[in-house]
């Protein structure tokens, strides 16, 4: 490409601070100067010597012109002007009129604010914006607690006070987020720390991977030692977020004897002696490090802060240590559990001491991790240049074309909804909140309240979730068609309860009446009426949508059920306790009667393997019946109650394993989503799952959970979750990551977002018109706010309503609005549909 003019900027740059993340956009304006672009460096300056925010500029040993701004007072995290700092904009705007550039490649940007992004933008350059740590997202930058605990890698699922509050931690956010609109590209070191920022609302769409790239290393002389003693490495210094408080108590859970660690840069702690293996070291220089590792066969990385990449982690592996590392994303993406180290929960000294326990003890097992260590691949910076050409080449090269085509504006959606309880909740109330936080005005309303056609009359989508038809929603679907302008009425149902030729393939109506089974399946037949008035199907798995598209020929969407904000920060609350003392604990909670057959099917595995381990229990919650084969160790089986779900986490949180069997072969199983693995996972409690799609989908065989088939496939998961400790807490971990970042609300958000776009679209272009052939079953349900009760969400701070005091409620209500008369007509009402 031809030369390019190019500003790097960064909050701190060297010689002023030198770390890991200044010598990045040093090494990368300086690599970029060196192919011929002219490159300049616009950078914060640290020390008390200049006025704020006074500037001056200075030539590098280099050649590179740097302009230095001076941002002391803004370092604390809380600061405003650590976030936004329009004295900073000023004069970055000003120098950008003085020295118009091509790319405007901004860094880190505490101390000088976001809003440079937007400036950068105004100048008319291409903008790139590289996240070297949390901090869009975090104002610690490293999504770690003022108490040394990991916050929830979303921070809307947690509730993390950050540097002031958490209010206050989401209106920062908020404001940033508007400025990285105006960014190009997102880049970030690894594909964790990428998969974070989406998870946070980042445009999955604008973030790319960019690894951090080393330079060439000479080569070296040094050989490893050969010592019989196994030789720890600690390199993180003082800091706690880097780990040494949790090793200290770790290293004291250790044994003495035939090991060893280095701990580098900390000083001599006086008050705590862990004998003369513990050695505190001074922090070495660069040119040592090959030395240090050479010395060394194992490094410890126990860094209770996120790591967006770690350097380190590959430099030890690339000179053949093994690493025990935490699970903070960056060093997981080369640390292979079990192959080339050990990955162990963040800020969990328990956990850690086992893992170098275990080290100790099996030296070969060392040995095999050292052997393939070597295998990682480190990125050379020299590639890493390469690629920023060939992405500012792109930029500048689609910076004149026409615009895309706008998107249909979704300002405002009604959700019209026809049930309550976990369905409300996961298909209305959920993306009902996702959408809010993009900016979207969200309505939830039962199908009788009388004001539905206003609601409608204004809405830019409608979607109605369960509804059976009435003539007066089919009348309100026919209004919402009838408007000048076109939107979309989309159906949502999460069962494939729309079908009814599956009369006699459905598990759970075993014991009704030909009367009631009528009256079910009449019931089919009503929400058919209504998915076939509508204009698209939103479903929550890839079997429903491939049944209902079938079905019908209509255009189909995939939404599948995600976390919602309230259970994720019950579920973080619930994390943050031990759980229950006492032996470990298989748990099956099934909710609906439904499930006995799905019960069945892994009964004989869980009583083989209670009957080899005479200390574990069962835990069953909900409607079971069970078999005789329980009898055998009937002494070790709990019931319990139905309970509300805003109680479900700590449940959940005090079993150590979690079930969900369905019988396999079964359309309407195919079509459930794992639900149950998902709210598990956020407990980090490991599940074993029944291969369905939707599980085969949401669990990582092996390292999120597992999935059994057969008999001895249930047996074997179950054994190896209970005998092995550490598999166990991993598996557990990784599985609350994954439900976060993937079905995050910002992600769910998105998502949903596009859904209504794409239905927009079809049904102004008319792609989406069919025939149908369905003969229509509806019955009359006048509007009425007596009976349009929705279920509050979020719950109510403090204590959970119980079920019973809602339903009281809601019969109150009911009676002020119509008398007697009504709540008789509401609960036969209810006992005709149950």
């Known amino acids: 490409m031809g030369q390019v003019r190019i500003l790097v900027v960064s909050a701190h740059y060297p010689p002023n601070l030198t770390s890991g993340g200044t010598l990045v956009p040093q090494r990368l304006a300086r690599g970029l100067a060196a192919r011929g672009h002219e490159v300049r460096v616009y950078a914060g300056h640290l020390g008390g010597e200049h006025e704020p925010l006074s500037v001056w500029d200075e030539t590098d040993e280099t050649g590179l012109d740097v302009r230095w701004i001076s941002v002391t007072p803004f370092t604390a995290w809380s600061d405003p002007l650590n976030s936004l700092n329009p004295g900073a904009e000023e004069d970055f705007a000003r120098y950008l009129d003085e020295h118009p550039v091509d790319v405007v490649h901004l860094h880190s940007l505490q101390t000088i604010g976001a809003g440079l992004v937007s400036v950068a933008k105004r100048s008319g350059a291409a903008v790139v914006v590289t996240m070297h740590d949390f901090w869009w997202t975090c104002a610690r930058q490293f999504l770690v607690a003022p108490d040394m605990a990991p916050c929830s890698l979303v921070v809307s699922c947690g509730a993390c006070p950050c540097a002031v509050d958490h209010a206050w931690l989401l209106d920062r956010n908020r404001a940033l987020a508007t400025h990285l609109q105006d960014a190009d590209v997102v880049l970030a070191p690894s594909r964790s720390a990428a998969d974070v920022m989406i998870a946070n609302g980042v445009d999955e769409h604008r973030v790319r991977v960019d690894e951090n790239g080393l330079p060439p290393r000479p ?12 030789r720890f490495l600690f390199a993180g210094g003082p800091d706690p977020m880097k780990g040494l408080p949790v090793l200290l108590d770790a290293l004291a859970e250790v044994p003495a004897g035939g090991w060893s660690i280095d701990l580098y840069g900390v000083e001599p702690q006086p008050r705590r002696v862990l004998g003369d293996h513990v050695r505190p070291r001074p922090s070495y220089a660069p040119d040592e490090l090959d030395a240090v590792l050479a010395e060394h066969d194992v490094l410890v990385l126990p860094s209770v802060m996120r790591e967006s990449h770690s350097i380190l982690t590959r430099e030890a592996l690339g000179a053949g240590l093994a690493v025990v590392c935490t699970d903070t994303l960056g060093p997981e993406e080369v640390v292979r559990d079990g192959i080339n180290g050990l990955v162990v929960p963040a800020a969990d000294p328990q956990a850690l001491g086992l893992a170098l326990r275990s080290l100790v003890g099996d030296r070969e097992a060392v040995r095999a991790m050292q052997r393939t260590a070597v295998d990682v691949r480190i990125r050379a910076l020299d590639d890493q240049v390469t690629g920023l050409e060939d992405l500012y080449a792109e930029l500048l090269d689609t910076a004149g074309a026409l615009p895309a085509e706008p998107d249909p504006l979704i300002r405002r959606v009604l959700f019209v909804v026809g049930i309550q309880g976990a369905p409300l909740r996961y298909r209305a109330q959920l993306p009902a909140e996702s959408l809010r936080e993009l900016g979207v005005f969200t309505d939830v309303r ?3 309240d009388p004001e539905l056609p206003a609601l409608a009359a204004v809405a830019d989508a409608v979607v109605v979730y369960r509804v059976p038809a009435t003539y007066e929603v089919l009348d309100l679907i026919d209004q919402v068609r009838a408007r000048d302008r076109r939107v979309p009425v989309l159906f949502d149902v999460d069962d494939l309860i729309v079908d009814p030729g599956l009369r006699g393939s459905v598990h759970g109506l075993e014991g009704m009446s030909e009367a009631e089974l009528d009256l079910w399946w009449r019931g089919v037949a009503r929400y058919r009426t209504t998915l076939e008035a509508c204009d698209a199907y939103i479903g929550s798995t890839a079997e429903l949508c491939a049944e209902v598209g079938e079905l019908t020929g209509m255009p189909v969407f995939r939404f599948a059920n995600g976390v919602g904000a309230a259970l994720a920060q019950l579920s973080e609350r619930a994390l943050a306790r031990p759980r ?37 229990e069962l835990w069953l919650g909900g409607h079971l019946g069970t078999g005789p084969a329980l009898e055998a160790v009937a002494a070790r089986v709990r019931r319990l109650p139905m309970l509300p779900w805003t109680e479900l986490p700590h449940r959940l949180r005090d079993v150590d394993v979690n079930l969900a069997p369905l019988v396999l072969d079964s359309v309407f199983n ?15 409690t490991p599940t074993v799952a029944s291969p369905t799609q939707p599980f085969r989908e949401s669990i990582d065989d092996g390292v999120t959970g597992h999935l059994a088939d057969a008999h001895g496939d249930w047996v074997e998961a179950l054994e190896r979750l209970i005998t092995d400790e550490h598999h166990r807490t991993l598996v557990g971990t990784r599985a609350r990551r994954a439900a976060l970042l993937r079905w995050s609300p910002a992600h769910q958000g998105h998502r949903y977002r596009e859904i209504l776009v794409a239905a927009h679209r079809t049904v102004t272009s008319g792609a989406g018109e069919r025939t149908s052939d369905w003969t229509p079953v509806a019955t009359h349900e006048p509007l009425s706010a007596a009976d349009a009760w929705v279920e509050t969400y979020p719950p109510r701070a403090g204590r959970p309503v119980p079920a019973w005091r809602l339903k009281a409620v809601a019969a109150r209500r009911v009676y002020r609005a119509g008398g007697v008369s009504a709540v008789v007509r509401r609960v036969t009402g209810r006992v005709r549909a149950r």
Not at 673 to 682: D, P, T
Request: net charge negative.
């Open 219 to 230: 080569a070296s002389d040094v050989e490893r030692s050969t010592s019989d003693e196994l």
């Open 446 to 448: 039962h199908y009788r």
């Open 580 to 616: 229950r003392p006492g032996p470990l604990r298989i748990g099956y909670f099934s909710g609906t009667t439904t499930h006995d057959a799905d019960w069945a099917l892994v009964e004989p595995a869980v009583v083989e393997v209670m009957q080899r381990h005479p200390d574990v």
């Open 670 to 684: 195919e079509a459930k989503s794992a639900i149950k693995w998902l709210e598990a996972a956020l407990v980090a």
